[in-house]
C-alpha cells in the first residue's frame, strides 16, 4: 500500500529527559522519524523537553516546541497546530503514555487526530497487564502465574497462593520502575506498596518468580498487510530477574537450537499479529532451560532500548521502517537501506556476535546498592561487535571506560576464595569479573553455573579468556600464542601485562608477522547481496572489507562513548553536527563510537562508521586503515580528549585546538601562568597527590577546600571538605584509582557562578550568550539551573567575562569550541575552569539563540575565519526569550543513592523551559522535570543549623501564601521564635506524625532538607531523602532551588495559560 | 555439466513427468519444484546469487503476503517459459522476484523452490501443507 495521502501533518512526541530507563535510544529514533516524515514532505510538528537532542534541531522538524511533554501542553501544541495525525509509538513510553492520555480522554477523535501505527487498542493489549494476559489465554500463549492487584493485601493473598518468591511490576513504568523481587512477606508489602504509588493505574502485577529461566527477546516488524518479521533475536546472559537494561545481551541468541529458536519466533509473531501491531514491537520471553517449556514476559508496542541495539547489531533501521509503516507502507514497498536493492521485508543475518554491556552510575553514588534486580540501574551501554564471543566480551569491557581493559578487577586480590564465592551469590555489576576470578581460583564452570544459574556455554566463554590469560602469563609469547589472543580481542596492554613483553615489542611482532585488524561489513545479509552502506568492525581474520580510496580529505570524528552521568547525549549532539559540518565543506567523515543508543551511530550519519572500543589500539587500527588527512576531538567529551594524546603520536594531525594547549587548561601549573599572563583572577590553590599534602594545603588556604582529579568530567570525584577529617576521606577515595595526575585543592568560594561556552578562531571569538547558574558554587554546573540569558549580573561584570573570554581563548590558542566557568564573589569576576572542548550547554545555547555553533566551530576547525562565516564576533545579541535549563535526576532508581547536591554531578539528563518572561520559563522548567508546582500545601522544612538565618525569608514566604509547614525539633523552634506556626514532626521512624508516615500519606508537598556533612548513609537526613526519592517527593537540597521553586509558585498563570513556544521563530 | 543444475536430473524429471500424468496428488519441495517445472516444459537457469539460508522474504500472490523462508538453491525457475495453460505462479521471491511457487492447473500438484518444511529455519510457511492436505480433503 502506498503512503495515506490524507496524512499532512504530523505531531511527534519525545520522550523528555534522559533517565535511568529511557535515554538516547529515543533520540535516535525520535530523529529518524523526523526524518522520514520530512522525506515524505510531510510538515512535522515536534515536542520534546529535552534540549540536548538532535531531533530538537531546527533542521529536523517544521515546528519544535521544547515544551514539558504532559498532556496540558500537548494539547496546546496541538490547538495551535492542528496536526491531523500523532505518531506516538517513537518517543519512548512517555510518548507512548501522553499519546493514549489524549484518546483515552476522546480529545483526539473531537479534533479529528489519528494516531499513526498501532491502534489504541492494541496498544491497551500490550500495556494494560490484565489485558495482556487475557490476549495471551486467548491466542494460547503461556503467560507467568500472575495476577493484577491494586493493593498490597491482595498481592499478599495472591503471593500465598502461588508461594514466594513474586517479582513486583508496576504497570505504565519505565524501565521497571518501583518493581522487584519479594523472598519475604514483608519484603512484599514494601514493594508492592512502593510500586502502587509509582503506577499511572494505582496497579501493580504480582507474578510467579522464575528466576534461572534463559531470558529471551525478539524485535518484531509488522504491517498494516500483516506481514511480519523479525529483526532480530537476542539473549540475556543474566537469566530471568535481572532487568534486560542491566543484562548483559549479546545478539543473536547463542544458547538455542533452531527448534527453540524457531518455536519463540513463532510465538513473537502470533502474539504482534494478534495485537494488531504497525510498527515495531519488542517480545520478551523466558525459557526453561531444561525443557522447551517458556512463557512471555513482557510486550513493548513501540521501539525502545532493545530496538535500537537490534538496529546497530543488524544495520536494520527499525524506527525508519516503524515511521514508514505508520504511514502507510507496506514492508515489501520499503528498500532495505544497506543493500539500497532489497526490501525491508527480510530477516538479517549476523555472521558476526554481538555483546551489549550496561554501564552504570555506582562510581557516581557510592553508598548505593550495586546489586541488579528488575529495577534498571544503568544509565547507557556499550555495544561490541566481533568475530566470536570472546573478543565480544573484551571489546565491550573496555569500551565501558571504568579503567578495566581486561576480566581482571585488582580488588579481587585481597579477598578470599570464601568471599570470592560469596560474590557469585549477588548479581552486581561486577558478576563477570567475579566469575572469572573463580574459574581462576579453580572453580568449575558446573560449580558456577549451580551458583549463578548462568549457562554454561557463556561461562566456558569467560572460561576460554580466564585460559588464555594463564597461557600469556605461563608460556612464551609465540606468534600462535600472540595470533589467538588478538583473536580473542585481548588488547596489546593486556598482552603485555600478562606476558610480560613490552608492548612494542608485541606491536613489532604483530607487523612481521601480519597479525592486524581487518575490517568486516555490518551488512544485513551476510555478504549475499552488495551492501551500500560502510558500517565496520574490527576482527583478526583474514580479509580486510573496508575501502579506502576516496578523493576527498577524510577526517575522523570521535564519540563519546555510553551514556554516563556527566557525559551524556549533548556530547553526541556534538559530534553529529560536526558530522554534517564536515560534509557539506566536501570532507569525507569517519566516526568512531560504541554506544548503540545514539545517532552518532546511525549508519547514515557519517560517510563510515567504526562501532570500536574508543581506546588508542583500537583507534590506531582504524587510522592504519583511513589515513585521514586529520582527526577532530574536541566535540566527543572527555572520552575523545584522552584519546588526543594517542592520536597524535600516531602521527594524525589533530584539527582545532592542540594539545599541547588542552593541557595548558588541565595542568594546574601551566594553567595559572596563562591566568596570569592574562591578568585574570582564580581561586587560590595547589595540587597534591597525598593525604598529608592535600591537609596541609587546605589548612593554607582555610577550609572550606574544593577537591577534584584533573582530568574528569562530571566532576567526578569533586567534593568540599570543611576540615582535615573529610579531606582525608576525599583524597583515599580519590586514589582508590591511579592517578596520572595530580589532585587539585582550592580555597572553596562562595559566590555566583556563570557559564560560557564560545567559539575562537586563533584571532576573534564568538560568544553566543552568558549563562548564569541559580545554585551558588559548589553545586556542580550539570546539577544546577542554568538561566540564558544572565538575569542578576551587571553590565560590567558582563564586560568583564566577555574579556577574560577573549582573553583566555587566544592565550590557550583554541581553535574551537571552549567553555568556560566563572565565580563572581565580592564583586570580582574569577575563572574557576576553562574546557577546551564541547560541553554539556552548547546544544541548548545554540538553540535558544539560533547560532548553530558546532557547524560554525567546526568551519574554524577547517581553517574559516569568523569574520567571514557571517554571524559576527564578540558577544552574540542577547535573545529576547529566556531559556531555563533544568536537571533531572533519577535518583528514585538506585537505591541508597544520596541525593544532596554537590560538586560531583548526579542528574541524568536535563529540560528546557522558554519563555518571553522569567517565571514562565522557570513554571516550565519545573513542570517538564516532573515537579507539579503547589499552589497551596504542606512542606517539610530540615535544615542545619548555618542555614536557618538564610531559609527563614523563604519559609515565611510559603508561610505567608498559606502554606502548612512542618520541621524537625531544632529547625522548627527556630521557625517557631521567627512567627511561624510550625508542626513538629519526629525525625524517627514511627507515628502519625512521623516524617516516613508523611511522606507515605502523600501529606507533604516538597521537602527543603540541607545536608549535613560526609557521605555516610545512617544519617537521618539521608534517610528523609531517599525516603522522599523513592516516595517521589521533591526535596531541595540547595536553597537556591527552592528559592527558584518559590519563583514559579508566585507565578499566577496555570500551565494552560503559559504560552507554548516554537523554537524554530526564535 | 554445471555443479547443481536440475536440467541435468534426467531421471527426476522423468519420474516428475510420469507422476504428473498419474494425476496423483504431489507437493513439490526444492528440487521437486524445479524437476516438475522441468517435467512440464519449463527451463531452469542459474541465480546470480544462490539463495542461502532462513532469511528469504517470499511473496504468496494470492493473499499479496510475505514470509519468510528457508532457502538453498542456485537455480531457479524461468517464469516466461513456464506454460500458462499448465502452471500459474503462485509464489514469488520479493529481492529478486524469481518464481517461488507454482500451482499446477487441473491437478492435485503445489511446487514450492523454498522450505516449508524449514529445519533449520522459520515455520511461517508451514501453511502451505495445510492447503495441501486441505485440497486432497485429508486435514482434519
Known amino acids: 500500500m502506498p503512503r495515506n495521502k490524507n496524512i499532512k501533518k504530523v505531531l511527534v512526541i519525545g520522550s523528555g529527559p534522559i533517565i535511568i530507563g529511557q535515554a538516547a535510544e529515543f533520540d535516535y ?120 492487584v491494586n493493593n498490597v493485601e491482595d498481592a499478599v493473598s495472591f503471593s500465598r497462593e502461588i508461594g514466594l518468591p513474586v517479582i513486583v511490576r508496576p504497570a505504565y513504568t519505565l524501565g521497571g520502575t518501583g518493581g522487584g523481587i519479594a523472598y519475604t512477606e514483608e519484603q512484599l508489602r514494601e514493594i508492592s506498596s512502593n510500586g502502587l504509588h509509582l503506577s499511572r493505574v494505582c496497579q501493580v502485577l504480582i507474578e510467579k518468580c522464575i528466576s534461572g529461566w534463559k531470558e529471551i527477546e525478539y524485535e518484531v516488524i509488522r504491517d498494516s498487510k500483516g506481514n511480519c518479521i523479525t529483526v532480530c533475536n537476542m539473549e540475556n546472559i543474566n537469566p530471568v530477574g535481572v532487568h534486560t537494561g542491566d543484562s548483559i545481551v549479546v545478539a543473536p541468541s547463542q544458547t538455542l537450537a ?95 556476535v554481538v555483546v551489549k554491556i550496561p554501564k552504570w552510575p555506582f562510581n557516581k553514588f557510592l553508598t548505593a546498592s550495586r546489586e541488579l534486580g528488575t529495577q534498571m540501574k544503568a544509565t547507557g551501554e556499550v555495544m561490541a561487535i566481533a568475530e566470536n564471543l570472546e573478543a565480544g566480551l573484551m571489546k565491550a569491557i573496555r569500551s565501558l571506560e571504568e579503567n578495566v581493559d581486561s576480566l581482571v578487577l585488582p580488588k579481587y586480590a585481597e579477598m578470599s576464595n570464601d568471599q570470592m564465592r560469596e560474590e557469585l551469590k549477588h548479581v552486581n555489576n561486577e558478576t563477570l569479573w567475579a566469575i572469572a576470578e573463580n574459574l581462576r581460583r579453580g572453580m568449575s564452570i558446573e560449580q558456577i553455573h549451580q551458583a549463578t544459574t548462568i549457562d554454561t556455554f557463556f561461562i566456558s566463554k569467560i572460561n576460554n579468556l580466564v585460559k588464555l590469560e594463564e597461557e600469556l602469563k605461563s608460556k612464551n609469547l609465540s606468534i600462535d600464542l600472540l595470533r589467538r589472543a588478538k583473536k580473542y580481542g585481548y588488547p596489546d596492554t593486556v598482552i603485555s601485562r600478562f606476558s610480560k613483553v613490552p608492548v612494542d615489542e608485541i606491536k613489532k611482532k604483530r607487523k612481521e608477522n601480519n597479525i592486524q585488524a581487518a575490517f568486516k561489513m555490518v551488512d544485513t545479509c551476510a555478504a549475499e547481496f552488495d551492501a551500500e552502506t560502510p558500517y565496520y568492525y574490527s576482527s583478526y581474520d583474514e580479509g580486510n572489507e ?38 557539506r565543506k566536501g570532507y569525507e567523515t569517519i566516526i568512531v563510537n560504541n554506544n ?15 562501532f570500536e572500543p574508543l581506546t588508542p589500539e583500537d583507534v590506531e587500527n582504524i587510522i592504519n586503515i583511513e589515513k585521514p588527512y586529520g582527526a577532530i576531538v574536541q566535540f566527543g567529551g572527555q572520552t575523545a580528549i584522552k584519546l588526543t594524546k594517542a592520536l597524535k603520536d600516531m602521527g594524525v594531525k589533530i584539527l582545532g585546538t592542540q594539545e599541547r594547549d588542552m593541557d595548558r587548561a588541565e595542568d594546574r601549573e601551566l594553567f595559572d601562568e596563562a591566568l596570569n599572563k592574562c591578568g585574570i583572577l582564580r581561586p587560590k590553590g595547589s595540587t597534591v597527590y597525598t593525604v598529608e599534602e592535600a591537609k596541609k594545603v587546605a589548612n593554607e588556604l582555610q577550609y572550606p577546600v574544593l577537591v577534584r582529579p584533573s582530568y574528569v568530567l562530571g566532576g567526578q570525584g569533586m567534593a568540599i571538605a570543611y576540615d582535615d577529617e573529610e579531606i582525608t576521606e576525599f583524597i583515599n577515595e580519590i586514589n582508590k584509582t591511579v592517578q596520572e595526575h595530580p589532585i587539585l585543592v582550592d580555597k572553596y568560594m562562595l559566590g555566583k557562578e556563570l557559564e560560557v561556552d564560545a567559539i575562537c578562531d586563533g584571532e576573534d571569538i564568538l560568544i553566543p550568550g552568558i549563562m548564569e547558574h541559580l545554585e551558588r558554587a559548589g553545586v556542580h554546573s550539570g546539577d544546577s539551573i542554568s538561566v540564558y540569558p544572565t538575569q542578576h549580573i551587571s553590565q560590567e561584570h558582563q564586560d568583564k567575562i566577555v574579556e577574560y573570554t577573549t582573553k583566555i581563548a587566544k592565550e590557550l590558542n583554541v581553535i574551537g569550541v571552549l567553555n568556560i566557568q566563572f565565580i563572581i564573589s565580592g564583586g570580582e569576576v574569577y575563572i574557576i575552569e576553562v574546557n577546551p572542548r564541547s560541553s554539556r550547554t552548547v546544544p541548548y545555547i545554540s538553540k535558544v539563540t539560533n547560532l548553530p555553533v558546532i557547524d ?75 515537579i507539579t508546582i503547589p499552589k497551596k500545601g504542606n512542606v517539610l522544612v530540615t535544615v542545619r ?72 548513609a545512617n544519617r537521618d537526613g539521608f534517610k528523609i531523602r531517599r525516603l522522599a526519592a523513592e516516595s517521589k517527593i521533591p526535596c531541595f537540597t540547595s536553597l537556591d532551588t527552592a528559592n527558584a521553586l518559590y519563583d514559579a509558585i508566585e507565578d499566577t498563570k496555570t500551565e494552560e495559560e503559559i504560552d507554548v513556544v516554537d523554537i524554530t521563530e526564535i | 555439466m554445471d555443479l547443481g543444475d536440475p536440467e541435468d536430473c534426467n531421471i527426476g524429471i522423468r519420474t516428475a513427468k510420469e507422476l504428473y500424468e498419474k494425476d496423483i496428488p504431489i507437493l513439490g519441495i526444492c528440487l521437486g519444484h524445479q524437476l516438475m517445472a522441468l517435467a512440464t516444459g519449463a527451463k531452469t537457469a ?57 500451482r499446477y492447473k487441473n491437478k492435485k500438484i503445489f511446487t514450492v523452490q523454498f522450505h516449508p518444511e524449514a529445519c533449520p529455519g522459520p515455520e511461517d510457511t508451514s501453511y502451505i501443507f495445510d492447503e495441501f492436505l486441505n485440497e486432497l480433503n485429508l486435514k482434519k
Request: net charge neutral; aromatic share 8%; glycine share 8%.
Open chain 1, 29 to 148: 529514533a525520535g530523529t529518524q522519524a523526523c526524518v522520514e516524515l520530512k522525506k515524505e514532505g510531510l510538515e512535522v510538528v515536534l515536542v520534546n523537553s529535552n534540549p540536548a537532542t538532535i531531533m530538537t534541531d531546527k533542521n529536523m522538524a517544521d515546528k519544535i516546541y521544547i515544551e514539558p511533554l504532559t498532556v496540558k501542553t500537548v494539547k496546546k501544541i496541538i490547538e495551535k497546530e492542528n496536526p491531523d495525525s500523532i505518531l506516538p509509538n517513537l518517543g519512548g513510553q512517555t510518548g507512548l503514555n501522553i499519546a493514549m492520555e489524549l484518546e483515552e480522554q476522546g480529545y483526539l477523535k473531537e479534533k479529528n487526530i489519528r494516531l499513526l501505527g498501532t491502534s489504541p487498542e492494541g496498544i491497551r493489549n500490550a500495556e494494560d497487564r490484565q489485558a495482556f494476559k487475557d490476549m495471551m489465554e486467548s491466542i494460547n500463549e503461556p503467560c507467568i502465574a500472575s495476577k493484577v
Open chain 1, 945 to 1016: 543549623d548555618k542555614d536557618k538565618d538564610e531559609v527563614l525569608p523563604l519559609i515565611k514566604k510559603l508561610y505567608n501564601k498559606g502554606f502548612e509547614i512542618y520541621a524537625t525539633k531544632g529547625t522548627a523552634t527556630f521557625l517557631k521564635n521567627n512567627g511561624i506556626n510550625t508542626t513538629v514532626v519526629e525525625k524517627i521512624w514511627e507515628g502519625a506524625e512521623s516524617i516516613p508516615n508523611l511522606l507515605q500519606l502523600g501529606k507533604i508537598n516538597f521537602i527543603i532538607n540541607t545536608p549535613t556533612r560526609g557521605k555516610e
Open chain 2, 46 to 102: 542459474k541465480l546470480k546469487y544462490g539463495h542461502r539460508g532462513p532469511n528469504h522474504p517470499v511473496k504468496d500472490l494470492k493473499t499479496d503476503k510475505v514470509y519468510i523462508t528457508s532457502q538453498n538453491h542456485g537455480y531457479y525457475v524461468k517464469e516466461d517459459t513456464v506454460n500458462k495453460e499448465v502452471a500459474e505462479v503462485s509464489h514469488i521471491n520479493l529481492n529478486d522476484g524469481t518464481v517461488e511457487g507454482l
Open chain 1, 856 to 930: 560554525i566551530a567546526t568551519r574554524v576547525i577547517l581553517g574559516e575565519k569568523l569574520k567571514s562565516i557571517g554571524y559576527g564576533t564578540g558577544l552574540y545579541k542577547r535573545s529576547e526569550y529566556i531559556a531555563i535549563k533544568m536537571p533531572v535526576f533519577s535518583f528514585e532508581k538506585i537505591k541508597n543513592a544520596d541525593t544532596s547536591l554537590g560538586p560531583e554531578m548526579k542528574s541524568t539528563g536535563e529540560v528546557l523551559g522558554v519563555s518571553k518572561n522569567f517565571s514562565d520559563a522557570i513554571v516550565k522548567a519545573f513542570i517538564g522535570t516532573g
Open chain 1, 546 to 583: 573496508a575501502d579506502e580510496k576516496t578523493d576527498k580529505k577524510k577526517v575522523v570524528v570521535l564519540g563519546s562513548g555510553p551514556i554516563r552521568i556527566g557525559q551524556g547525549i549533548e556530547f553526541d549532539y556534538c559530534s553529529v553536527h560536526s558530522v554534517w559540518a564536515l560534509k
Open chain 1, 258 to 352: 533452531d527448534r527453540e529458536y524457531q518455536m519463540l519466533r513463532t510465538s513473537a509473531i502470533k502474539i504482534i499479529s494478534a495485537l494488531k501491531i504497525e510498527g515495531g514491537c519488542n517480545v520478551q520471553f523466558a525459557l526453561n532451560p531444561n525443557s522447551f517449556e517458556y512463557a512471555v514476559i513482557e510486550v513493548n508496542p513501540r521501539v525502545s532500548r532493545s530496538s535500537a541495539l537490534a538496529s546497530k547489531a543488524t544495520g536494520y533501521p527499525i524506527a525508519k521502517v516503524a515511521t514508514k509503516i505508520a504511514i502507510g507502507y507496506t514492508l515489501d514497498e520499503i528498500k532495505n537501506a544497506v543493500t539500497g536493492k532489497t526490501y525491508a521485508c527480510f530477516e538479517p543475518v549476523l555472521d558476526y
Open chain 1, 596 to 610: 548503540p543508543e545514539t545517532v552518532s551511530t546511525d549508519f547514515d550519519i557519517a560517510d563510515k562508521l567504526y
